[in-house]
């Protein structure tokens, strides 16, 4: 099942900081499949950001400053697990082994620091469309 426009609108208001425009949307994601589609999207714009902002060749120092910067930013920094979202962007950008993460707690993760690269990387509307179009290509190829 390939991913739906109604997905990627609700993670693009969530990206672009409209709260109320994503809070209605994410109200009407209530089948199983629509939360699945959602979550490989998540996961999809996770990579993608992960992808754009850091490399193989990236310092883990790098990873951890960011990592550290994102959860000075959070209102409530101990539900950022700093080991894990440490782990997932390092494998996001190497293929490292993260499976013995819980599935949830990986996803609220990969949320939470997607989120922080696009606000870092100040996407206009026509540059978040784009990193949403290639994000939503990539969870296709997951879910199909």
């Not at 993260?98 to 996407?123: E, G, K």
């Amino acid at each position: 099942m390939a991913v739906t426009d109604d997905q990627v609108a609700t993670l693009r208001a969530q990206l672009a900081g409209d709260t109320a425009e994503y809070e209605r949307r994410f109200a009407d994601l209530d089948t199983a499949a629509d939360r699945t589609g959602y979550t490989a999207l998540i996961g999809a714009a996770f990579v993608v950001a992960a992808e754009r902002r850091f490399s193989v060749d990236s310092e883990v120092a790098d990873v951890l400053k960011f990592v550290a910067d994102v959860r000075g930013r959070i209102p409530n920094a101990e539900s950022l697990d700093a080991r894990t979202a440490e782990r997932l962007i390092l494998a996001a950008v190497s293929d490292a082994d993260i499976d013995d993460i819980d599935a949830d707690t990986a996803v609220v993760t990969q949320l939470i620091l997607t989120a922080a690269m696009v606000a870092d990387a100040q996407y206009d509307d026509a540059a978040l469309d784009a990193f949403m179009a290639e994000a939503r290509a990539l969870a296709d190829g997951w879910v199909s």
